[in-house]
C-alpha cells in the first residue's frame, strides 16, 4: 500500500502594515461601505519595503516545522505556490529553501494563481504516495500589493499579501488526502490577466507607462465563472472522495469575495457555521488565502482530529481545485508555533488550555505599526 500524505504541520504569516478601507477611499474613489457590501472585506495587509514573497514563505513555513516537530533538515522538498515571486528565476522555492536551512530539499514554484496552494498540495501528496518523499513543505504566498494599480478602484481594493504553509508527511495511517479536483479552462485567460512582462509581451518603457505589469481583471465575468466552477470543484471533489456535503465538518473556501462564497453555501446548502471566514482582516491573498484560512481554523477550534475538510478555491486561467482531507493531527500543536498569528495571538504556553475560546487580536502580540495610507 503507498503511504498516505497527511498534514502534520501549518503556519502563516501576514505582513504587519495594514491598509483599511479608510485608507484606500483617501486614495481611490471608494468607501468603506462600498467595498464591504461589494466583497466583506474591511482590510488588508501590505509587505513592508523590506519583505518579499520568499522572507513570507520563511516566516510561514518556520511555524509549520515547528508544528510538525521537524529539521528543516528533514525536508525533502518546498513547493511554493505562487503567481508573485521574487523573480522569474531563480525559483522562489529554492530561495525558500536556502533561507530555512533545508540543504536536502528540491525546490521549485508552481503557478495556477488564486488555485495554487490546492494544486501545490496536490502536487505535494503525489510526491509521497509514489514513496519518493517523506516530507514536503507546501505554501500558498503572495505579494500581490506590488502588482496592482492603485488608482484602479476596481482591483487595488481587493488584494493583500500574506503567506501560508503546511507540511505533508509520508503516514501508514489513516487520513490526508480523501478527494481532489484540479480544472483549468483557457478561454478564460484574458478574465485576470498581467498582460506584459512575459514572453508574449515583453517588457519595455511602453507596457510600464501603460499599466501592462499591474493586474488587469474583469469583475463581472470573474464574479459569474467563481460562483458557478466552486460549486462544481466542491461537488467534484466530494464524489472522488464518495462523500456528499453533509460528509464534510469544514470547508474553507478561497477567501476572494464574501458575496461569492455565501453564494456557494446557498447552492449547495451548507449551513454558515461549516464555512470558515476571514476575508475581512486580508482580503484576497490568492494563493495564500487557503492556507492562512485553514491555520486561523484550526487555532479557533473549528477543526479537531478526525474532522473532515474540503478546501477549495478558484484563479486566473481560469483554474481551480478541491480538495476533501481527513484531518489527523492535535489541533493543540498549533501553540508550538514561534509565529503569533499561527496561533492566533494566543501565548506559545497557554494558548493549548484556551483553544476553542474566542481570540484576542493578534495584533496585541504583535509590535504595533503604522496603517497605509
Not at 478564460?188 to 514572453?199: F, K, L, N, W
Request: with cysteine; aromatic share 6%.
Amino acid at each position: 500500500m503507498p503511504p498516505n500524505a497527511v498534514i502534520t504541520g501549518w503556519g502563516m504569516y501576514a505582513p504587519q502594515r495594514i491598509l483599511t478601507n479608510q485608507d484606500l477611499a483617501r486614495m481611490v474613489d471608494t468607501s468603506d461601505e462600498w467595498i464591504v457590501t461589494r466583497t466583506g472585506i474591511r482590510e488588508r495587509r501590505i509587505a513592508a519595503d523590506d519583505e518579499t514573497t520568499t522572507t513570507l514563505s520563511v516566516y510561514a513555513a518556520r511555524d509549520a516545522l515547528a508544528v510538525a516537530g521537524l529539521d528543516p533538515t528533514e525536508l525533502d522538498l518546498v513547493i511554493v505556490g505562487t503567481c508573485s515571486p521574487d523573480y522569474p528565476l531563480p525559483a522562489t522555492g529554492v530561495l525558500v529553501a536556502r533561507d530555512l536551512g533545508a540543504t536536502r530539499a528540491a525546490g521549485f514554484d508552481l503557478q495556477a494563481a488564486c488555485s495554487g496552494f490546492l494544486f501545490a498540495l496536490a502536487t505535494g501528496s503525489s510526491f509521497i504516495r509514489s514513496g519518493m518523499y517523506r516530507n514536503v513543505l507546501v505554501l500558498g504566498v503572495e505579494v500581490l500589493s506590488r502588482f496592482l494599480d492603485w488608482h484602479d478602484r476596481g482591483t487595488c481594493v481587493l488584494f493583500g499579501d500574506g503567506a501560508g504553509a503546511v507540511i505533508l508527511s509520508a503516514s501508514d495511517q489513516p487520513g490526508g488526502l480523501l478527494g481532489l479536483e484540479l480544472f483549468s479552462d483557457g478561454t478564460g485567460a484574458e478574465g485576470i490577466i498581467v498582460p506584459a512582462g512575459g514572453s508574449a509581451c515583453p517588457a519595455s518603457p511602453q507596457t510600464s507607462a501603460e499599466g501592462g505589469h499591474f493586474i488587469h481583471m474583469s469583475g463581472a465575468d470573474v464574479y459569474r465563472y467563481a460562483t458557478r466552477q466552486l460549486a462544481e470543484s466542491t461537488l467534484a471533489a466530494l464524489r472522488s472522495a464518495g462523500l456528499g456535503v453533509d460528509d464534510i465538518d469544514q470547508f474553507v473556501y478561497h477567501q476572494a469575495n464574501l458575496r461569492i462564497i455565501k453564494s456557494v453555501g446557498k447552492q449547495l446548502q451548507i449551513p454558515d457555521e461549516k464555512v470558515f471566514v476571514n476575508i475581512e482582516k486580508y482580503g484576497n491573498t490568492s494563493a495564500a488565502s487557503v492556507p492562512m484560512a485553514l491555520v486561523e481554523a484550526v487555532a479557533s477550534g473549528r477543526i479537531k482530529q478526525g474532522d473532515r475538510l474540503l478546501m477549495a478555491a478558484f484563479g486566473a486561467g481560469y483554474t481551480a481545485g478541491a480538495a476533501v482531507v481527513e484531518w489527523t493531527a492535535d489541533p493543540l500543536q498549533a501553540f508550538r508555533a514561534p509565529g503569533a498569528q499561527t496561533r492566533l495571538g494566543k501565548p506559545r504556553s497557554a494558548g493549548a488550555a484556551t483553544l476553542g475560546e474566542t481570540a484576542a487580536d493578534e495584533e496585541a502580540a504583535l509590535p504595533e505599526v503604522a496603517a497605509a495610507g
